[in-house]
T-cell receptor, first 111, second 111 residues
């Protein structure tokens, strides 16, 4: 049982490039979340989904997009990378709306 | 803006002592509260949650909630060096379907 799997673990992007952070869970959870965590700070919610085909904005959605075509996958898209998006990104899932299972994170640097 | 506040620390306690971690929240609509432990460079790990006023105990951990004062705390008895980590408090509002995190308190348990 893999839980929540995030790829890649590390990435360096140039300003203006785009990329997709992948997140997959094998627990059949309806709820999935994307958070970012800046150094020494708590987690900020970017987007979340309550089920396949349904997504909604969190606290800090600007510069990001998501999709939820299946229960298992919840990719996060950065279209035009900016230095302010340098952060650690965590994907999480839950069965009851309260995040309990986190992936290992993706460390993203934009230079 | 809905906020969850924590003292960033570090909170330093000797091994075997009780560590007391505190958290306040501004959203009176918050209905459940969560404590996560995060080791440096790792993802958050859920250790306790509490819904009702009063105390909830789980092993060496006790969560305390006072909704009138909008105050949540986590007590760690018989603190061990392995408890050294950052502890994140989070408040969940069912209506908004969002978990709001505090900035975390760094705990250091000295042998």
């Amino acid at each position: 049982n893999a839980g929540v799997t995030q790829t890649p673990k590390f990435r360096i992007l140039k300003i203006g490039q785009s990329m997709t952070l992948q997140c997959t869970q094998d627990m059949n959870h309806n709820y999935m979340y994307w958070y970012r965590q800046d150094p020494g700070m708590g987690l900020k919610l970017i987007y979340y989904s309550v089920g396949a085909g349904i997504t909604d904005k969190g606290e800090v959605p600007n510069g990001y997009n998501v999709s939820r075509s299946t229960t298992e996958d919840f990719p996060l898209r950065l279209e035009l990378a900016a230095p302010s998006q340098t952060s650690v990104y965590f994907c999480a899932s839950s069965e009851d709306g309260r995040p309990q299972h986190f992936g290992d994170g993706t460390r993203l640097s934009i230079l | 803006q809905k906020e969850v506040e924590q003292n960033s620390g570090p909170l330093s306690v000797p091994e075997g002592a009780i560590a007391s971690l505190n958290c306040t929240y501004s959203d009176r609509g918050s209905q459940s509260f969560f404590w996560y432990r995060q080791y440096s460079g790792k993802s958050p790990e859920l250790i306790m949650f509490i819904y009702s006023n009063g105390d909830k105990e789980d092993g060496r951990f006790t969560a305390q909630l006072n909704k009138a004062s909008q105050y949540v705390s986590l007590l760690i008895r018989d603190s061990q060096p392995s408890d050294s980590a950052t502890y994140l408090c989070a408040a969940f509002n069912n209506a908004g379907n969002m978990l709001t995190f505090g900035g975390g308190t760094r705990l250091m348990v000295k042998p």
